[in-house]
């Protein structure tokens, strides 16, 4: 079985410039998460999606983050503009429902200069 | 609301045991046990509910006791392959919402 799937990998961008990160989550899970990681500290969640609903974006930074998983399926997070503080591996995670258990995507490492 | 684990870190040589501490202000539903190698992922270990039960996977094992809100999780006769950063994470009773802990460093030498 395939697992979470997420790209790119690593991302470096200029301040100000827009960046999107997309994740593909394991067949069949229901529920998606985006989570942020700075380093050597735990995840921190940014969204949670319930099918196509996004359920939980308390923590979203709204002015500049947005996200979207139109069918379903696949999710995008996208940040515009970039800021120096983001720079950070950006996780996504996905469960069959909210209450099992979460596999998480490899990350995309993203660094903002 | 974050949850505290404890030690921050711990340097261990192969065949010690080793304990790491989650502890809630809150009172739990659930505590899932993580562990993150640098570079990698968090790859889940296990999944403990309200009740006090205990889990063992192979020579790591974890207790939950919903009175002290918190969950332990007890690595035996630790091997290389262990080392990496351990997280908690959990949810809260009454909520879906689900917080990491503060993380343990976990190094095991030869």
């Known amino acids: 079985e395939a697992g979470v799937v997420q790209s790119p990998r690593y991302k470096i961008i200029e301040k100000k410039q827009p960046v999107a990160f997309w994740c593909n989550p394991i067949s069949g899970h229901n529920t998606l998460y985006w989570y942020l990681q700075n380093l050597g500290q735990g995840p921190e969640l940014l969204i949670r999606y319930e099918n196509e609903e996004a359920v939980d974006d308390s923590q979203l930074p709204k002015d500049r983050f947005s996200a979207e998983r139109l069918k379903g399926v696949d999710s995008t997070l996208k940040i515009q503009p970039a800021e120096l503080g983001d720079s950070a591996v950006y996780l996504c995670?996905?469960?069959?429902?909210?209450?099992?258990?979460?596999?998480f995507g490899p990350g995309t490492r993203l660094t903002v200069l | 609301q974050q949850p505290v684990q404890s030690p921050q870190a711990v340097i261990l040589r192969e065949g010690e045991d080793a304990v790491i501490n989650c502890s809630s202000s809150k009172a739990l539903y659930s505590v899932h046990w993580y562990r993150q190698k640098h570079g990698e992922a968090p790859v889940f270990l296990m999944i403990?509910?309200?009740?006090?039960e205990q889990k063992g996977h192979e020579k790591i094992s974890a207790s939950f006791n919903e009175k002290k809100q918190q969950s332990s999780l007890y690595l035996t006769a630790s091997q290389l392959s262990y080392s990496g950063t351990y997280f908690c994470?959990?949810?809260?009773?009454?909520?879906?919402?689900?917080?990491f802990g503060t993380g343990t460093r976990l190094k095991v030498l030869a």
């Open positions: 994470g959990i949810r809260f009773s009454g909520t879906y919402k689900y917080i």
């Open positions: 403990l509910l309200k009740g006090g």
């Open positions: 995670a996905s469960s069959l429902s909210r209450e099992d258990t979460q596999y």
